[in-house]
């Protein structure tokens, strides 16, 4: 299987290993307590971006585009931009039962995106190759709430005194600025267009 890797492969693969590596340091993080640790945690996601943009450039410029690497970005890209994000926002406090809800749909809603990408890819590129426009704001976008997560952890403002602290609604707690996941995640699964550059 190795061999039929491309090099663009290798750094969809870094990306993805900077996504597993902040979800360890988020774990790591949360269990000594490290609002410190929590901002280091977050600077991994820049980290699998900047591999998820070389990635594109260099399967471009060897003309090496693969259906397996398009499916191995679309992997790598629910780690570091999904499952990541929600894992530094449970570290950073929004462990509430509608926290919880919130954050599996956010990643539920990045996973339908990637999912609706791949399907339509074809289609809307038109039989070019290129495709023209997103539909829905792509999930690499999720690296601004990582931004908010990372100011929060800096300014020590995680757990109890995370932004617009918590409420209590029924038989869970919601912390408020788990919404800004819920917002995400909307616009990721929206019809919005959005241009391609």
Not at 34 to 46: E, K, T, Y
Not at 99 to 122: H, I, K, P, Q, Y
Not at 163 to 184: A, D, E, K
Request: glycine share 10%; charged share 15%; net charge neutral.
């Amino acid at each position: 299987m190795i061999r039929s890797f491309h090099l663009a492969d290798l750094f969809t693969l870094a990306n993805a290993f900077c996504g597993m590596g902040a979800v360890f340091a988020a774990m790591s993080a949360m269990e000594a307590g490290s609002a410190r640790g929590l901002v280091a945690a977050c600077f991994f996601i820049p980290l699998a971006l900047f591999f998820d943009i070389l990635d594109g450039n260099i399967a471009r410029w060897r003309q090496a585009n693969s259906a397996m690497g398009r499916e191995l970005d679309s992997l790598a890209d629910i780690i570091s931009f999904g499952v990541a994000p929600a894992a530094l926002a449970y570290a950073a406090g929004m462990r509430g039962l509608w926290d919880c809800f919130v954050l599996t749909f956010f990643v539920a809603c990045g996973v339908s995106r990637l999912a609706r990408f791949n399907v339509t890819a074809e289609e809307i590129s038109e039989g070019t190759g290129k495709v023209k426009y997103f539909e829905g704001t792509p999930i690499p976008t999720s690296i601004a709430l990582v931004g908010v997560l990372a100011l929060a952890a800096y300014s020590d403002r995680v757990n109890e005194a995370l932004y617009f602290g918590s409420w209590n609604i029924g038989p869970g707690v919601l912390h408020p600025l788990v919404m800004l996941f819920f917002v995400s995640g909307s616009l990721m699964i929206s019809t919005i267009r959005i241009p391609k550059p």
